[in-house]
């Protein structure tokens, strides 16, 4: 089974549409959680943490569910700009500064 | 904000040749790390380096060394290139165990 998994879609989904993503991980002793995003030829960038309590950023929410190992993100009301890859990231345990990434989720929004 | 800076964004090499990949962080980031990024195979870690003069081995090393002199600085070498290291190469730091600063990437073409 491998570390992060993610399905790597793509999904389409027009303007204004709610989508969801979700990933699992193998190690239930991990630590640490994020979303990344990545644009078309481009480095990726933090999108948010997730928080065991879940959390928002705007019209973006992060759930943890650390009993099924399962993270997921939520993007309301999409914009043609949401249009990017979403990595899944994990801190690996015990390798002090090593994270896990996803393969990722392509979301592509239409007008 | 975070700058890190890759030396070339585009490389082309043959095969056998040596190639240096510079990477250099503006922040005094303790934590620098290389990665490489295939199609399918998402975001793997070559090696990472987490003070001056020190390296530990990510996932997939074979081929590669590394070189951290100076704190901002954080080169990948390759000694003989081959053409299976054809790949986007990215570099990037973090202050902590989390959030990592990518930066722009270099496509290296193996020939």
């Known amino acids: 089974r491998k570390e992060v998994e993610q399905d790597p879609g793509p999904f389409n989904v027009p303007e204004g549409a709610t989508v969801a993503f979700n990933c699992t991980y193998s190690n239930s002793a991990s630590q640490s959680f994020f979303w990344y995003r990545q644009d078309c030829r481009k480095e990726p960038k933090l999108l948010m943490s997730v928080y065991s309590s879940g959390n928002e950023d705007g019209r973006f929410t992060a759930q943890l569910n650390r009993a099924s190992q399962y993270i997921s993100l939520l993007i309301r009301d999409s914009k043609l700009s949401d249009s990017a890859t979403y990595l899944c990231?994990?801190?690996?345990?015990?390798?002090?500064?090593?994270?896990?990434f996803g393969k990722g989720t392509s979301l592509l929004v239409t007008p | 904000d975070v700058k890190v800076t890759q030396s070339s964004r585009y490389l082309v090499k043959r095969t056998g040749e040596k190639v240096f990949l510079e990477c250099v962080q503006d922040m005094d980031h303790e934590n620098m790390f290389w990665y490489r990024q295939d199609p399918g195979l998402g975001l793997r870690l070559i090696y990472f380096s987490y003070d001056v003069k020190m390296k530990e081995k990510g996932d997939i090393p074979e081929g590669y060394s590394v070189s951290r002199e100076k704190k901002e600085r954080f080169s990948l070498i390759l000694e003989s290139a081959s053409t299976n290291q054809t790949s986007m190469y990215l570099c990037a730091s973090s202050l902590n165990r989390g959030r990592r600063f990518f930066g722009p990437g270099t496509r290296l073409t193996v020939l």
């Open positions: 990231v994990v801190m690996k345990l015990g390798s002090g500064y090593a994270l896990n």
